[in-house]
């Protein structure tokens, strides 16, 4: 998948997890040790959302492609954001992993909170 298709999308979740009552913190933050698509605060807490596109489920869904590898990934990045950008010392932090797919009847999207702890 193309770059210009991942970023299309992460807007399509945006926009999804923004119908749902979150609201989006950062786009795209990049640092040394990983990215992570969205951040988010969904009703006070902060989530760390992966988002996957997969065209057919024949290989399973997006979630099933959220290796460990990419999992401490996002994990590192994480640490990073919330050392530079302001929150409570208690704030409730979590992985998310937004899932779309292609099918019979249009385009599913499954938003599973909590999709992996940190180690």
């Not at 996957?52 to 997006?62: C, H, P, T, V």
């Not at 499954?110 to 702890?117: E, P, V």
Request: aromatic share 10%; glycine share 10%; net charge positive.
């Amino acid at each position: 998948m193309s770059r210009a298709s991942g970023q299309q999308w992460e807007r399509v979740a945006e926009r999804w997890l923004c119908d749902r009552g979150a609201r989006i913190l950062k786009r795209n933050f990049n640092c040394r040790g990983g990215e992570i698509d969205l951040v988010i605060n969904d009703h006070g807490e902060i989530a760390f959302v992966e988002v996957k596109f997969r065209a057919s489920a024949g290989y399973g869904d997006g979630a099933a492609h959220v290796t460990y590898t990419k999992q401490r990934r996002i994990e590192r990045a994480a640490r990073v954001y919330l050392q530079y950008h302001v929150h409570a010392p208690d704030q409730v932090c979590r992985f998310d992993v937004v899932s779309i797919g292609e099918g019979p009847g249009g385009v599913k999207i499954q938003w599973i909170k909590n999709a992996f702890d940190a180690v």
